[in-house]
């Protein structure tokens, strides 16, 4: 989503919240002391603000707890006749039974393929299963966080909102190739790519590194000799400099066997990450590429202009390069890229 549209959907939820938390790029938490009538008319106002304000189609779920307010949105986009919006306690009792009674457990927010694989083995498949399931006992097998999903399910709510998402711990951008990488020069330029493409999102999330892991590998299915090698580079400081990032990443370079063996991917890993200014160099110290914004600059036209459009050093490169994955059966992003949207001539 773009960021002026990000800010502005934010923004017009907020204002009709008491809480407000910004759960995902194109999902939200918020709270407001309401009784189910008024519900409906807080619910139906923000689908309506949003499309009128922002231009954004939403399916808007009403309920007393987090992990129910995601299966009423689910419900509501399911639901033609609900026309997007869903109140859970104002669904007809047998109507909430039947939801239950049939939709498996899996369908549940935070329930991933081996708690349901677990959870089937104790007899428990849907979801009205899984919320009559004794809290202490779920605790005890699993975790408080599988408990506090139960007592959601319940209408209890035991999920707080939180008021500030958390920084990301780790970035990776690890790709696989369309055709195997056996050449220096190749891997440099995979490197290169990968090390200012994981900078552009750095700096998107307003973030900086303190170390750099880049790793290819061979195949586990071919029948040749198997290699993973993997640099972990300390960097000198914290930062989003697309130049030293790919000073750090093609160090791999050294630990890489051409000639016997054939990579079939590669990635860089960020880590040791802390929001932008946060350390301030003293003057004279800082990167002058920091200062400029180089990483964001790589970004924007990037985004603009392709991603192939701009480059430092062997990234730059204006030839597409043939290791690239294929992306020919690539769904159209016409809700997440402006040169995608849908245009209908009438």
Known sequence: MNKSIFAITSSVLQEQAADFEQYSID???????????????????????????????????????????????????????????????????????????????????????????????MGIRTIGDLAAAPPHIIRKKFSVVLMRTVLELNGVSAIPLEQERVFKEQLIYSRAFSMPVETRQQMQQVLSIYAQRAAGRLSRGE????????????????????????????????TADPMILTRAAVQLLEKVDFGSVSYVRAGVMLS???????????????????????????????????????????????????????????????????????????
């Open 207 to 238: 973030q900086l590194a303190g170390l750099l892991t880049a790793f290819c590998g061979t195949s586990p299915f071919s029948s040749g000799q198997s290699h993973y090698p993997a640099v972990h580079i300390k960097l000198p400081g914290k």
């Open 27 to 121: 999902e939200a938490f918020l709270t407001a002391p309401v009784s189910i009538t008024e519900a409906k008319v807080l619910a139906r106002n923000l689908k309506n603000q949003l499309a009128r304000r922002v231009g954004v189609p939403v399916c808007v779920g009403v309920a007393t707890s987090k992990t129910l307010a995601k299966l009423a949105n689910k419900t509501a986009k399911k639901v033609p006749a609900l026309g997007g919006v869903c109140v859970w306690d104002a669904l007809p009792k047998e109507r909430r039974e039947a939801l239950f009674a049939t939709l498996p457990a899996a369908e549940t927010w935070g329930v991933g393929a081996r708690t349901t694989f677990k959870l089937e083995k």
């Open 272 to 346: 040791d990450l802390v929001p932008a200014g946060v350390h301030i160099p003293l003057e004279g110290l800082g990167y002058v590429h920091e200062r400029r914004d180089i990483a964001g600059l790589l970004s924007q036209v990037q985004e603009k202009c392709g991603a192939g459009s701009l480059g430092l050093g062997l990234a730059g490169f204006a030839a597409p390069a043939n290791w690239e994955m294929r992306r020919d059966m690539l769904s159209p992003r016409g809700t997440t890229h402006w040169g995608e949207l849908v245009r209908v001539s009438i």
